[in-house]
């Protein structure tokens, strides 16, 4: 399991900016939706993180434990949609990618 995209070991040997730069011709080039399908979690934990405040806490009480369950939830659920994409299409993509630049 990688938890960064800096970890790929076909991409160890370069610098910072090559990674990245390769990561992003990468999901260029296989046409990855990614920054969509992060703008739709991103909007999903939102979404979830209102309507669990409103329902779970309707009188805003600030110290409330049950207020910040939402928001600590939904940046779990980022994180492991982070890593999800990192260890599945985005890894994918590196070495699709590399592997149409040896030949």
């Keep these: 399991m990688y938890w960064s995209i800096h970890q790929y070991p076909s991409l160890a040997a370069r610098r910072r900016a090559a990674r ?5 011709a990468a999901l260029k080039q296989n046409r990855s939706g990614f920054g969509f399908r ?6 999903a ?16 009480r600030l ?14 659920f980022i994180y492991a949609y982070l890593l999800v994409e990192i ?3 985005i890894h994918a993509a590196v070495k699709k990618y590399l592997a149409s630049k040896k030949r």
């Design 87 to 89: 260890n599945g299409t």
């Design 20 to 24: 990245q730069d390769i990561v992003r």
């Design 45 to 60: 934990v939102v979404a979830g993180a209102i309507g669990a405040g409103s329902r779970f806490a309707p009188t805003a």
């Design 63 to 76: 110290l409330d434990f049950r207020t910040w369950i939402a928001p600590i939830a939904g940046a779990l």
């Design 38 to 43: 992060l703008l739709v979690v991103f909007a």
